[in-house]
């Protein structure tokens, strides 16, 4: 009888340690895939090791690497994030919570996905190198096919308001030309809705606000991302684009818009800078800053 009673309370208790461990979900960046074995899928291998029992659902939009990296350009952020919504909503290993990490545009798809989708919760929202108050500049094209690059290129040049620009490239959906703030507001699909820039959707704030920390990354050498402050959520002051406001600066944060700073004041946001370039990290500083602080339970 003693035995049995032991034989349960171990068997309890492996299972309390195992549902302990909050499921993470993963989005890639521009030219990268779910399950690349160099970057994400080696994330999602090191995550599991370091958190046994871990379930990692990593983003993959399309059937294949091939689609889900062309994707990443030619496509509509909306409906990837109302159609990842759809996903995690589905998946009963994700009903009661998860964390998340984004990485480069896909840490801003992620912080869509809390606002608008609250269901199941999202506790904490870790972006690497993300661009919150989006991009003023393309320097560079990360992936090796140039011909995907190019076109990209040329279709920012032909303007990335333009309604059939705006509407198919990714790029161009958080593209913020702080000299046309203005035209930036009006026709923006994406980053300007989820900052709440023309109107304000009280819900978003709400929502962003139900994270436990938003944890954001900068990196202090990023070669990518013009200006890399939007990394921390500031960007140029309007009118120019020399002078960088930093988030407390800006009028997102004055005015309080997106509830940023109340999160602020609750001690959830959270600014870490990493030397080197765009996401350019060692494993040796994910898990310290980022699995034990934030993952671990
Ligand atoms: C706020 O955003 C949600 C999700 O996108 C949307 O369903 C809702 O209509 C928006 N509310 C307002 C007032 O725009
Ligand atoms: C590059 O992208 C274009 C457009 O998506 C595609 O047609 C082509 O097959 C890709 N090339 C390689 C080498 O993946
Ligand atoms: C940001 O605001 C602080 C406090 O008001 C001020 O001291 C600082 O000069 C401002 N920074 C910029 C870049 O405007």
Redesign the pocket.
Known sequence: MRLIACLVLALASSLSITEAVTPIVLWHGMGDSCCNPLSLGAIKRMLEKQLPGVYVYSVQIGNNMVEDIENGFLSNANKQVEQVCQTIRADPKLKGGYNSIGFSQGAQFLRALVQ?CPNPPMRNLVSIGGQHQGVYGFPRCPGTNVTLCNYVRELLNLGAYVSFVQNNLIQAQYWHDPLNEEEYKQKSIFIADINNEL?V????AANLQTLKNLVLVKFLSDSMVQPRESEWFGFYQPGQDKTVLPLRNTTLYTQDRLGLKAMDAAGKLKFLACEGDHLQFTDTWFTQNIVKPYLSN
């Open positions: 608008r109107t959707n009280r819900s978003y």
